[in-house]
């Protein structure tokens, strides 16, 4: 067990332009989640996978994003045309279970912090 | 849908006890706890399933009560390194949300 890891840590970028993160969930895991975390705040759900279907995205979520987990395993977002305020943490998490399930916890990566200037 | 917590921020001195909330508007059927220090990630602590209680840590224990849709997680003896931001979290419909968080401090 590796943990939950994201690439890469932090990403500055400017305005209009596009930007992809990857997560490498723990490799057992089905389910894996991306959040979206800005200071003082909680975690903010964008979108979630089981295994390789993409079951829920959130309403907040714009076009312009989009995720990926093609094979099951790792996981790609997407942001196009960044604006300002998608400056935030971006944060992945795995789990093994559905979240009623006592062996569910959600495990989190160190997250990327995008930057849009 | 986000579950609500209280109270939003709360200081203490090292060996005092303190006690954080987490209401739902909706059905809880399970709940999370976590906490997440500064610049780090959120870091499981506990999941309580409907009915049940369960004893993470020592000194850090929850409750579950459904029909009042909330949990309540509970802290002894506060350490310093209990300081960090507590989220509770559950699963509604095929999301699953973060309580809006509450910011613990503990002071020698």
Redesign the interface.
């Known amino acids: 067990d590796t943990g939950v890891s994201q690439d890469p840590r932090h990403k500055i970028t400017k305005r209009g332009q596009n930007v992809t993160f990857r997560c490498d969930p723990i490799s057992e895991h089905n389910r894996l989640?991306w959040?979206r975390q800005t200071l003082g705040?909680?975690?903010?759900?964008l979108t979630?996978f089981q295994n390789e279907a993409q079951?829920?995205k959130?309403r907040l979520l714009s076009d312009r994003f989009s995720a990926e987990r093609p094979k099951g395993s790792f996981s790609t977002l997407e942001i196009q045309r960044t604006e300002q305020g998608d400056s935030a943490m971006y944060?992945c998490a795995s789990s093994l279970l559905?979240?009623?399930?006592?062996n569910?916890?959600?495990?989190?990566?160190?997250?990327t912090r995008l930057t849009v200037t | 849908q986000?579950p609500v917590q209280s109270p939003q921020a709360v200081i203490l001195r090292e060996g005092e006890d303190a006690v954080i909330n987490c209401s739902s508007s909706k059905a809880l059927?399970?709940v999370?706890w976590?906490r997440q220090k500064h610049g780090?990630?959120?870091?499981?602590l506990m999941?309580l399933?409907k009915g049940g209680e369960?004893k993470g840590h020592d000194k850090i224990s929850a409750s579950f009560n459904e029909k009042k849709q909330q949990s309540s997680l509970y802290l002894t003896a506060s350490q310093l390194s209990y300081s960090g931001t507590y989220?509770c979290?559950?699963?509604i419909?095929?999301?699953?949300?973060?309580?809006?968080?509450t910011s613990l401090t503990v002071i020698p």
């Open positions: 989640y959040y705040q909680g975690p903010e759900f979630y079951l829920e959130s944060l559905p979240a009623s399930s006592y569910s916890p959600l495990h989190f990566g160190n997250g | 986000q059927y399970s999370h976590y780090e990630a959120p870091v499981f999941i399933l369960q989220f979290g559950t699963e419909g095929n999301q699953f949300y973060f309580g809006t968080g």
